[in-house]
């Protein structure tokens, strides 16, 4: 009896040990797995937000960015870029020398939708001008440039909105977008020093596709209730 007794002990302690073994390679295996999933939302968010590739330091260099990305959509025949402006400072000078002095874009049709700051609101006149980087002459001179354009196959559409904006940037085709944000910093607005991030559409991503939902659906939302200043 007591060498039964012996053998039934050696074998549930056995079988616990096995129990025990199996409970932990599962443990390992689920914690593994989430490790992985983890890892895999980490590799997306940079992928988004990388600070090499994908983080822009102004928007000088976000327009010399937006160059290749507009040569690649010459093939498709159609050219759209939404722009949530500020005071345009930066986008007529470039507009001008990259696209309109562009041979390439010759038998290209392209739509340029530009939102454009009213300096003379209520809600962004006391933001403006002084330390802010956004400046009431400049704004106003935009449309004067647009106006001397040859915009022969373009067409160019600004209007002028009137709160303050969040975010700003440009979309081309769907495909690319340039998101920036801007800051209050000594009751005055900051935006076009400010960095970029640069996201190139992915589907697969539903961050990816959030950060152009947002940016697409403001922009429309914006355009809609605005006044239209330029239409050439």
């Known amino acids: ?3 039964i007794r012996e053998n039934l002990i050696a074998i549930l302690s056995l079988l616990v040990g096995i129990i025990t073994l199996l409970i932990g390679v599962i443990a390992l295996f689920y914690a593994r797995r ?10 997306r968010i940079k992928g988004i937000y990388g600070e090499e590739d994908e983080l822009i330091s102004n928007v000088s260099s976000a327009l010399k960015k937006m160059e290749p990305k507009l040569a690649d959509e010459i093939k498709s025949g159609h050219i759209e870029i939404k722009n949530y402006g500020l005071d345009l400072g930066s986008v007529a000078s470039w507009f001008i020398g990259n696209i309109l002095n562009n041979k390439s874009f010759e038998d290209v049709k392209v739509d340029y939708k530009a939102l454009l700051i009213n300096p003379k609101s209520k809600h962004i006149k006391p933001l403006i001008d002084g330390t802010s980087d956004l400046k009431t002459k400049i704004a106003n001179s935009r449309i004067d440039e647009f106006q001397g354009m040859d915009l022969t196959n ?10 303050p904006p969040i975010i700003h940037g440009f979309m ?11 800051e209050i910093k000594n009751k005055k607005l900051m935006g076009g020093f400010l960095p970029y991030i640069f996201i190139e559409y992915d589907h697969t991503s539903s961050l990816n596709r959030h950060q152009f939902d ?11 209730i605005s006044p239209t200043i330029f239409n050439g």
């Open 214 to 224: 947002m940016f697409k659906t403001w922009f429309d939302y914006t355009w809609s």
């Open 34 to 43: 989430q490790t992985l999933a983890a890892e895999k939302q980490t590799s």
């Open 1 to 3: 009896m007591d060498f």
């Open 172 to 182: 081309i085709n769907n495909k690319y977008l340039f998101l920036s944000f801007t």
């Open 154 to 163: 373009m067409h160019v559409e600004v209007k002028s909105y009137d709160l």
